[in-house]
């Protein structure tokens, strides 16, 4: 048993979601930021998603890709609203976990 992410990225400009799922976040938001640095060709490097907006955590990796897959066929709206529902103010939450 382990502990796994649900997460949101964003843009500067909160114009962009992605949403992943990985076991660990900190290295995960550490990876974008070099993807970004080192312009690969990924859609968070071209579209600069390194912002945290929302996460959730699962202990079984299943349950993780489900809801992973879930949000993904969200519409915006939708994931908006999700983001809203922990994060009123849009906030960027990394540095929780980069510092």
């Given at each position: 048993m382990g502990k796994y992410y649900v997460y949101?990225?964003?843009?500067?400009?909160?114009t962009v979601l992605y949403t992943g799922v990985t076991n660990n976040l900190?290295?995960?938001?550490?990876?974008?930021?070099?993807?970004?640095?080192?312009g690969k060709n990924t859609f968070?490097?071209?579209y600069r998603c390194r912002h945290l907006v929302y996460f959730e955590y699962y202990y079984w990796i299943q349950d993780a890709i489900a809801r992973e897959k879930e949000i993904k066929g969200w519409v915006r709206v939708k994931k908006l609203?999700?983001?809203k529902s922990t994060n009123p103010d849009f906030e960027f939450l990394e540095d929780g976990f980069l510092f």
């Open positions: 949101i990225l964003t843009n500067q400009h909160k900190k290295r995960r938001l550490i990876e974008y930021d070099e993807n970004i640095r080192l968070t490097a071209r609203e999700l983001i």
